[in-house]
């Protein structure tokens, strides 16, 4: 019996330890693993303001570009009317009608305008690269660049929005079933952060007309409450797709077909870029997982949250579907396809830029 008792002993003293040492430490765990908790979603609710923040300077930088257009309009007028000159009669009716137009606009407006007009007494103004100067027959109408048809109630600043061009298929379209699965597979809380633009690429005005009834009558609810708009562009925004260059040896509808549908992924992003924090590249026969929109918003902040550069994230393996971007940043990519929308594919497009934009060449392309 005594032989027994060390054990014993050595026993009490490992439970002993145990309450004195492992159960405090479970306590305490218990007590910060809230805390912890609170501090990565603090941590992802800064994300995503610093994210907002760049999406809000990029309407201020739209309103910018917008204030000097008109500045030139008006130095030009001036210029034309002889407003620095000796006199003449047209001076006063050209002052009368430039100070309508400023009264018209809004003080901050007027500030910026009257600090980008302070330089006027130099002869001339440099002029940047525009859209104007890849597609040139833009010029040709001055609505070129305004949807033919839309269907929208007004709602912007959401956080992500979702982009779905769609065309005239020869057999089913698959553009309602997307619809529905995608708002099936979003909860409450989604839908009023996110908005479905379904762009489509079309001209014959009945068509549009007839794919928009079929939305608004399936998806009414969805329509009056913003989360759908349906738009579409005018004949002359395209150009004569029967002249472009054959471009990669491809027969010449196979480029036709794929020129056009850049200039479809441009006029797209271009709409949707003042409308949202992130912007999603869908297509109109794709399947979402339920919580996609919380899933991809969450993965982009916790980027963001580690400070990983990032200027894509990809979440399907299928050419342009599931590329999420930050809103602010589409211009890039507008811009990219804008200039090389004859030259190659919509995909290829984007692997250029990122390996331009992102990759280190002299290191094997690392991204």
Request: charged fraction near 20%; charge should be neutral.
């Amino acid at each position: 019996m005594g032989l027994a008792g060390p054990p014993l002993r050595r026993r009490g003293y490992y439970f002993l330890f145990i309450i004195v040492v492992l159960v405090p430490l479970t306590i305490l765990f218990l007590i910060i693993g809230p805390d912890l908790s609170a501090e990565q979603t603090l941590s992802q609710r800064v994300a995503e303001f610093q994210i907002r923040l760049q999406y809000l300077e990029s309407m201020y930088r739209a309103r910018q570009e917008d204030v000097a257009i008109l500045s030139q309009y008006l130095g030009m007028s001036n210029a034309a009317n002889g407003v620095s000159g000796t006199g003449g009669g047209s001076e006063g009716s050209n002052i009368t009608l430039n100070g309508a137009i400023l009264d018209a606009l809004s003080p901050e407006a007027r500030a910026i305008l009257r600090n980008m007009t302070s330089s006027s007494r130099f002869p001339s103004t440099i002029r940047m690269p525009t859209a104007f100067h890849f597609l040139p027959h833009l010029l040709d109408d001055p609505t070129s660049l305004r949807p033919a048809f839309l269907m929208s109630k007004g709602r912007q600043s959401v956080s992500v929005v979702l982009g779905i061009p769609t065309v005239k298929r020869e057999k089913q379209s698959y553009l309602l079933g997307t619809l529905h699965n995608l708002i099936t597979n979003m909860n409450e809380e989604e839908r009023n952060d996110t908005m479905i633009l379904v762009f489509i690429g079309e001209t014959d005005m009945d068509y549009v007309q007839l794919v928009a009834k079929q939305i608004e009558v399936r998806f009414g609810t969805h329509v009056e409450s913003g989360l759908i708009e349906v738009f579409s562009p005018p004949a002359s925004y395209y150009p004569n797709l029967d002249a472009l260059r054959v471009t990669l040896n491809d027969p010449p509808e196979r480029v036709k077909w794929r020129s056009k549908q850049n200039l479809d992924f441009g006029f797209l992003m271009t709409y949707a870029q003042l409308k949202g924090t992130f912007y999603v590249q869908l297509e109109d026969d794709i399947l979402a997982k339920r919580g996609f929109i919380t899933t991809m918003k969450n993965f982009a902040l916790e980027k963001s949250v580690r400070k990983d550069s990032w200027f894509v994230l990809d979440f399907c393996q299928l050419g342009f579907i599931g590329k999420l971007f930050k809103s602010a940043e589409l211009p890039w990519v507008i811009t990219f396809i804008q200039m090389f929308y004859n030259d190659k594919p919509v995909d290829w497009l984007l692997e250029h830029l990122i390996y331009t934009k992102i990759c280190n060449w002299e290191k094997d392309m690392v991204c």
